[in-house]
């Protein structure tokens, strides 16, 4: 696997959408950091703690193959020195599905270490209900 | 309301558990922090953003009064300089209940400020399937 730099939480996460919607595992386990205890939870999934745990889990959820597409809205970011916490509404669109998803609510730590930014730990859970008309801020 | 300085992220932690299991509202939110913007989801509700709105979704939890008592378990902690995520697995056992709960799994990042550590963000979402047996760590 080719280590990635990411000089901001920000990048970091710019790449965590794209490896997710192209799904795609390597670019995906690129963006976690390797020296660490990082931990994950799907929506509606237990938790998953451990680099070959969490790479497990998304090797899963990638093993469909690329499909959705996520937009974010509603962004909260906290910068500290070491650690960073970013939480987001995701709202995805799979192709050939009339009825939009709830949005998923995702809470991603990122931490900072000798090879910049990396995600320690991303839990992610259903939002209920419909979802929102107020879709402002995207990632595209 | 009484501001309470927390010298760790462990002492706030400890102070959200008891004051979560005597279901007293105003020691819970002496444990958010205040100045900051900080946001809480519930076990299968929506993204809270604000104390005013953290504080109400607590009343509205704490409206049928203390019942649960709760066990951690699993707990991964990483300590930043301004941030601290804990994870950690909770059990909660109600009174009358004879079949235990599937476990919450909990996301909460405490941030240090001028009055100490105090929590910034909460993310709960129910695990999926039976109680595991092993409950190890417990706070009491």
Not at 62 to 87: D, K, N, T, Y
Not at 90 to 108: C, D, Q
Not at 113 to 129: D, E
């Amino acid at each position: 696997m080719t280590a990635r730099f990411f000089a901001t939480p920000q990048d970091a996460a710019a790449a965590f959408y794209d490896a997710l919607e192209r799904a795609d595992l390597d670019a995906m386990m690129a963006i976690w950091a390797e020296d660490e205890e990082v931990f994950c939870t799907h929506p509606n999934g237990a938790r998953q703690t451990g680099f070959a745990a969490v790479r497990e889990s998304w090797r899963q959820t990638f093993s469909i193959g690329p499909r959705a597409s996520v937009r974010l809205s509603e962004q909260v970011q906290r910068l500290g020195i070491l650690l960073a916490v970013h939480s987001v509404l995701e709202h995805y669109t799979v192709p050939g599905e009339e009825t939009p998803r709830p949005p998923v609510i995702a809470s991603n730590v990122y931490v900072r270490g000798a090879q910049g930014w990396h995600l320690l730990s991303r839990h992610a859970s259903s939002a209920p209900g419909a979802v929102t008309a107020d879709i402002s801020a995207t990632l595209h």
